[in-house]
């Protein structure tokens, strides 16, 4: 018998309105785990690889992970993944929050959707009851109220409900899926894959326990787990304020996004910082399943409430597009979160406007009139209800930002911040040089959480010597050392991945190690996870991941960053005179992970 | 009895985790005698147990199943327990409820409650002899468990709400 797993995996035909419940399988899970890597391998083995996005043949996927649910702390997440409508290669993104452990208490390590649905429907899954039920009244509802409405109608407030808004609905291509109204799977679209499936959301009740395979082991484990993060320096810090602490720590480095990243301090910090959001509009911390840092928080303005946000969002609607004022910030976090459109996917297209406006390549009237000066509120707030609804410019926008700038052209290219389709995220790279690397290798584009390579802002100079032979993988601005912490921790934040559990816990804080988690696997699962498997799985599935992106049009030629991180120095502050070089870095990166001048994977043959 | 802040409640669930695991060995809600009520559009976390409460409604149990322990909790003979529910059914906040036909209460883990001991936010206490202090009266008829935690919680909380949004416009 499995422990730890829930049992089975639930395959669900839009189309054909058909449901079916499968045993977990033992040996692929030993292969991928679980979670982000349970999906990728799935969609390695079974994804057309030209379907289209937006089609029937696309799979959307729910992955959990096989600890999620039990007394391990810190694993409530869940992962979606796909072919994505944004990028048009690996899609995936996760959630913390408390759906996830549900899924799990329900029976299932995974959900499979495939098909569309001729009219708008939802999923209800009560432990062995699954449905698929008519939704035309949720249509055009925000996430907060479809939640709401779902649990009214079924009676039970402790339904865990994973949905789409308008923004979804509207195949806006960064479009979210959100669970507990403001835990959002943000990136790559995947509230676009189910717009395109008619699925306005996945309620999920589970009445089911989990086991241990060792019952004295595991929960000690645990209580290791529960010790090493309470007794991180960090934690206190953590706990407050959670990613938000991020505003004045980048802004101190030099490395805050500000106007478009065309500076890394924002002299104005202090107004939209973590510190600030806590000390004036904070009501409370909030937290995922079972976590004992509780870093998420609840806030209260004049104008709303909600829980978070988390830092890409502040930073996306504060410095990024040089808004100034919190509650604003504030404001536009309730109102994507409610219209499910991603802040930063968002964030950088209204950036990329602001700055080629700056740069008198675009002007108001190729901006349907809307004035884009730097923070300006009224047209922040306007283009975004237009993105949502998709009327007029917005329609465009809803693109993303490769797509827009693709089509007006005029040199406004070089300002669309992103990799492989993928929106950079709010970390300058020319001051976090591993970072850098990492947003050019990603497998689903300009992403720091593929990698996480928190430790080269450590400093921690002989722990690196110890780990990696070199102690320039923890000094973050050196060029050097970066492709051996990549290779790393790319690894360690699969890992992290398949477990659902939190990057803060796994990387940031370095508290997951490969040892410690196959003893965990093992004792949980009772299968016999040993680290070399445990590593094995991993390379197997990045390799995986890298295979089906090819399938998808990716060569070497995209493993790169735009032209200002790798050209123009940052002018002050911290990181000044800084750039990536990051040729180099991506071609070291190749040899340390296996593959070949190209990039390609070891036996890798055309698909 | 048990005493909770709510102020001080992130929702995180860590009482329920570990109620069930103590008492089953496996981890589950279900299986768990405090139950978090959680709402996100108002930020309400709120854990539902049982308050030792004056009436002991629950004592009206056709089978006489249930008497009252060494530190006023409630103990079900599960000899004497036909799973009939009527307990479950007389609760006003959804304290006490069936699993598996057998009915689900705290029983303060015999004077040392795991879910203090698991709450790192500091939201719960316990406070040792003390019990039918708080006076609970039956709700609405008809409701399920679930809804009567709601109901409850939302009851309970209308003080911090109230807190919470006078903070608005200062």
Redesign the interface.
């Known amino acids: 018998m499995l422990h730890g797993y829930a049992g089975h995996v639930l395959r669900v035909d839009l189309t054909l309105r058909e449901v079916r419940r499968e045993k977990t399988d033992p040996h692929e899970v030993m292969k991928a785990i679980g979670g982000r890597g349970l999906n990728s391998w799935r969609l390695h083995e079974e994804l057309r690889r030209d379907a289209d996005p937006l089609s029937p043949e696309n799979m959307l996927l729910i992955g959990v992970g096989p600890l999620t649910?039990?007394?391990l702390?810190t694993s409530a997440y869940m992962t979606i993944s796909g072919k994505s409508p944004l990028t048009g290669i690996l899609g995936d993104s996760a959630a913390g929050g408390?759906f996830g452990p549900e899924l799990k208490?329900a029976g299932y390590d995974q959900v499979i959707i495939t098909g569309r649905s001729a009219k708008p429907c939802y999923l209800l899954i009560a432990d062995d009851c699954v449905e698929i039920r008519e939704a035309q009244h949720l249509w055009g509802r925000d996430i907060?109220e479809t939640?709401?409405a779902l649990r009214q109608e079924l009676?039970?407030?402790?339904f865990q409900v994973a949905a789409i808004g308008p923004a979804g609905e509207n195949l806006v291509k960064f479009a979210t899926v959100a669970c507990?109204?403001?835990r959002v799977c943000g990136r790559t679209g995947m509230g676009c894959l189910f717009g395109s499936k008619n699925l306005k959301a996945v309620a999920v009740r589970?009445?089911?326990?989990?086991?241990f395979a060792d019952?004295q082991e595991f929960?000690r484990l645990c209580e290791e787990l529960d010790r090493r993060i309470?007794a991180h320096p960090e934690y206190a810090k953590r706990k407050d304020l959670g990613s938000t602490l991020l505003m004045t720590a980048l802004n101190r480095l030099g490395i805050l996004p500000t106007n478009h990243f065309q500076k890394g301090i924002a002299d104005y910090v202090d107004e939209v910082s973590g510190e600030k959001l806590a000390e004036i509009y904070k009501?409370?911390?909030?937290?995922?399943?079972?976590?004992?840092i509780?870093c998420?928080r609840?806030y209260?303005?004049?104008d709303d409430?909600s829980?978070g946000p988390e830092f890409e969002t502040l930073c996306s609607y504060s410095s990024r597009i040089g808004n100034q004022d919190l509650r604003f910030a504030l404001k536009m976090a309730a109102y994507l979160n409610r219209m499910g459109v991603d802040s930063l996917s968002s964030g950088e297209t209204i950036g990329w406007a602001m700055e080629c406006v700056q740069r008198g390549l675009l002007t108001r009237e190729d901006l349907g009139g809307l004035d884009f000066a730097w923070g300006n509120q009224e047209t922040i707030e306007t283009i975004v209800r237009m993105i949502v609804r998709r009327e007029g410019i917005g329609d465009a926008f809803a693109e993303g930002t490769r797509s827009l700038a693709r089509r007006f052209g005029q040199g406004t290219e070089e300002y669309a911040f992103h990799v492989k389709g993928l929106d950079m995220i709010c970390g300058d790279p020319r001051g976090l040089k591993a970072f850098g690397l990492t947003y050019a290798i990603a497998s689903r584009g300009a992403d720091h959480l593929r990698a996480e390579p928190f430790f080269e802002l450590t400093e921690r100079y002989e722990e690196s010597e110890k780990r990696f032979g070199t102690r320039d993988a923890a000094d973050r601005l050196s060029d050097h050392g970066k492709a051996v912490l990549v290779e790393f921790t790319e690894r360690q934040a699969l890992l992290t991945d398949c477990l659902t559990m939190c990057k803060n816990v796994g990387l940031s804080m370095d508290i997951l190690d490969f040892d410690f988690a196959s003893k965990l696997l093992k004792a949980g699962t009772g299968l016999d996870f040993t680290p070399e498997r445990v590593d094995a799985a991993l390379r197997g599935i990045i390799d995986a991941d890298r295979r089906l992106n090819f399938s998808f049009g990716i060569d070497a030629s995209q493993d790169t960053l735009p032209r200002r991180f790798t050209h123009e120095p940052l002018a002050e502050g911290a990181s000044k005179g800084q750039v990536v070089p990051v040729q180099e870095m991506v071609r070291e990166y190749y040899r340390l992970r296996g593959w070949d001048k190209d990039g390609r994977p070891p036996d890798s043959k055309p698909e | 009895m048990l005493v909770l802040d709510p102020s001080k409640c992130s929702g995180c669930r860590r009482c329920e985790t570990q109620c069930s695991f103590y008492h089953t060995g496996k981890v589950g809600r279900s299986l768990a005698r405090i139950k978090v009520v959680k709402m996100e559009e108002s930020g309400i976390d709120f854990p539902v147990f049982c308050l030792l409460c004056k009436e002991r409604h629950c004592m009206d149990c056709p089978q006489s199943a249930i008497t009252v322990g060494l530190f006023g909790e409630i103990v079900v003979d599960p000899d004497l327990c036909i799973g009939c529910g009527a307990c479950e059914e007389l609760c006003p906040i959804g304290a006490i409820e069936l699993h598996g036909e057998f009915p689900y209460v705290c029983d303060l883990c015999h004077g040392a409650p795991r879910c203090v001991e698991a709450c790192t936010m500091g939201a719960l206490a316990f406070t040792p002899g003390k019990a039918d202090t708080v006076s609970l009266h039956g709700g609405e008829k008809g409701l399920v468990c679930e809804e009567k935690r709601v109901q409850y919680a939302l009851l309970s909380c209308q003080a911090l709400r109230a807190e919470w949004v006078s903070g608005r416009n200062q």
């Open positions: 649910g039990t007394l702390s408390h208490a907060y939640s709401k009676r039970d407030n402790a507990n109204n403001s589970g009445t089911g326990s989990l086991s019952p929960p309470m009501v409370k911390n909030k937290s995922c399943f079972n976590c004992n509780h998420s609840y209260v303005t004049e409430e829980e």
